[in-house]
């Protein structure tokens, strides 16, 4: 979660180098290189944590607001990085106007997802695991680890039939 947010941040200041000339390889490749790590780097911890923080119960209510919370914070960036930036319609009729616009959304994109990795370096703290009494040789376990229910032939003390 801190990672992430910093490879992010610094994808989108390498933004800054895409210029009149469009060369792909050499303005616009490297940008998306460290983006595309540091999204990967991000969204993969942040769903899970999402996801086991609820019970098996409200798995679905979890990943709803998982992916409302995400939908959400991209149409405010979209809706509000513009005009951050002094990006306006005329705006695209004037490439050096258009360019200056994008070069300081791209600025500020990354400095708000640098600040978010570095909150999260500085209030996100991983708990020490818990120390946990080891079974005993002839405890048998009378649930499955996937939260099944009870099985029946452990809590009865008999063998399945097959």
């Given amino acids: 979660m801190t990672v992430g947010p910093l490879c992010v941040g610094a994808g989108m ?3 800054r ?17 460290v983006l595309g790590a540091g999204l990967a780097f991000t969204v993969a911890p942040l769903t899970t944590t999402a996801m086991t923080s609820a019970v098996a119960e409200h798995a679905g209510i979890a990943s709803a607001v998982n992916n409302d919370v995400a939908r959400t914070g991209g149409l405010v960036a979209v809706a509000v990085l513009p005009v951050v930036a002094g990006i306006t ?58 939260e099944a229910p009870p099985l029946a032939a452990a809590t009865a003390g008999t063998t399945p039939a097959s």
């Fill in 17 to 33: 180098m895409v210029g009149g000339s469009g060369n792909y390889l050499t303005e616009v490749l490297p940008a998306i290189l």
């Fill in 13 to 15: 200041v390498l933004f």
């Fill in 89 to 146: 319609g005329a705006s695209y009729l004037h490439p050096p106007a258009f360019s200056a616009g994008f070069h300081t959304a791209v600025t500020v994109a990354g400095v708000v997802a640098a600040a978010g990795g570095l909150l999260s370096a500085a209030f996100i703290k991983n708990p020490s695991p818990a120390v946990s009494a080891r079974p005993t040789a002839d405890a048998t376990p009378t649930f499955c680890a996937l």
